[in-house]
């Protein structure tokens, strides 16, 4: 009769942990990620992680011209990332003045002058003016380590563009953006090259 007991208790207590270890201690209802969202960030897919990326981190509030409205400056999204307006030129400014005390920038945002110069938010639709021609390497190299066009022996990326911060990113993050750029309307739109700063450009 004792050994009847000790061995319903050894089965009683060992079929519930034999049940948790083959199900990996999950509830039989239970549903796990697919891979392909946990590296999307759990959107659907690529493109859709990009956009939200892009949203959340600001691209928008340089590289897309503005339009006035009611309730103020909103994004131009017939502009979507085009940067600059290439028929937009600089306001008429002390440049000297505002590389030496402060900054100027213009109505819609995609310029800014400061102590480094004149800096110009650029074309990232897909067309050839833009990132159109780009690989994900140069895209890479531009956004986290802040090179000029993604060029590696290129000038670094001026202000605003907050390029140490976007270093951080990650592999899938990188991707997501640049994916989601790539599926865009490409607007072509020549952006004008940065100006150096007054002092620079006197001596040389």
Known sequence: MKTRIIITFFIITLIPLLWISC?????????????????????K???????????????NDCHTPKKMTAMGPVPDT??????HPANSPFPDVNRKEMEAKGLAVTGDLTAWAGPWGISYADNLTPDSTGIGNWTEQQFSRAIREGKWKGLKDSRQLLPPM???????????????????????????????????????????
């Open 23 to 43: 199900n990996g201690n999950q509830a039989p209802d239970s549903k796990s990620t697919p891979d392909n969202q946990k590296s999307n960030g759990g959107f």
């Open 162 to 204: 907050p390029w140490q911060e976007f270093s951080n990113m990650t592999d899938d993050e990188v991707s997501a953006i640049f994916a989601y750029l790539k599926s865009i309307k490409p607007i072509h739109n020549v952006v004008v090259p940065a100006d150096p700063p007054v002092s620079a450009a006197h001596h040389g």
């Open 45 to 59: 897919d690529q493109v859709e992680y990009g956009r939200h990326l892009v949203a959340i981190i600001g691209c």
């Open 78 to 83: 017939s502009l979507l990332l085009s940067g």
